[in-house]
């Protein structure tokens, strides 16, 4: 009687496409982050327990240096005209939220002519930008 | 004469470590923007056409924020973590407290932010901003 040999089948994973998965979601989280960094952003921010997350995609920014320099989505204008450039976008989207991001250092005065012209462009929300701080 | 026969040799550039290399930077990256969520305080603004309340005095918990960064609660002194259970209680004590911070324009923004966060955890709903006197 002949007996049949067994053939033998070596199990593999094909892993050649890996790397180029890998480097494709690498590139992909690359661009993206690159997109997040903000120019002219050398606002450090003060800390709070109590912050909620805020969702930048319906927020518009408006950020204070140090020095009170304010820059309107990350374009440098006069303090003066932030309320004519809020007044513009509520024109167009009137629930957007209005997200802070002032340094810790600015002097309350300059946030409080920027929190003036938030209200007179009628402003209903307004979220000050905090970085996380444990509870204490 | 003998020749040698030429080797011919495959240049080859190994790869094998790549994916391995592409995989960290790819968890290095995902790991970072995660932790990049903003947080911010919320605060509801009155509406252009809001008549100006009068409030009682009973009813209001007054939080000073000074030129160098110090907080005084009824014009009591205190450290941003006595600030709190200070508020608290006060807050507790006063039925529909009003929280009315006022802040010196000197004052830096941390200390008013200090101020607010202690204001929001002592479970108080309304507050009042004020920018205290001289420049």
């Not at chain 1, 050649?16 to 690359?30: E, G, K, P």
């Not at chain 1, 993206?32 to 912050?51: D, N």
């Not at chain 1, 600015?106 to 209903?124: E, F, I, N």
């Amino acid at each position: 009687m002949k007996i049949r040999r067994r053939v033998r089948i070596h199990p593999v994973i094909p892993t050649a496409s890996m790397a180029d998965i890998a480097m494709l979601l690498l590139i992909f989280f690359m661009s993206t982050s690159i997109i997040q960094s903000r120019e002219g952003a050398a606002v450090r921010l003060p800390g709070a327990t109590a912050g909620q997350r805020i969702r930048g995609e319906e927020a518009i920014r408006v950020s204070i240096g140090p020095e009170g320099r304010v820059a309107f989505n990350d374009a440098s204008v006069p303090l003066a005209s932030v309320g004519a450039l809020l007044a513009e976008k509520f024109a167009r989207r009137p629930g957007l939220v209005v997200a802070l991001y002032a340094d810790a250092r600015t002097p309350y005065s300059v946030v409080a002519a920027v929190l003036d012209q938030m209200k007179a462009a009628r402003a209903p929300r307004v979220t000050l930008a905090t970085t996380r701080r444990s509870g204490s | 004469m003998k020749i040698a026969r030429r080797r011919s040799s495959n240049p080859e550039i190994p790869l094998v470590s790549t994916s391995d290399v592409a995989f960290l930077l790819l968890i290095f990256f995902l790991s970072t923007a995660a932790l990049n969520v903003e947080r911010g305080l919320l605060l509801d603004l009155p509406r252009a056409g809001d008549v100006p309340a009068e409030i009682a005095a009973s009813r209001l918990v007054t939080v000073e924020v000074a030129a160098d960064g110090a907080f005084s609660l009824d014009g009591k002194t205190l450290t941003s973590d006595g600030l709190r259970a200070a508020l608290s209680a006060r807050v507790a004590a006063v039925p529909n407290a009003v929280v009315r911070i006022l802040i010196a324009p000197a004052a830096p923004y941390r200390a008013f932010v200090t101020a607010l966060d202690q204001v929001k955890l002592s479970g108080a709903r309304e507050l009042s901003l004020e920018t205290g006197a001289g420049a």
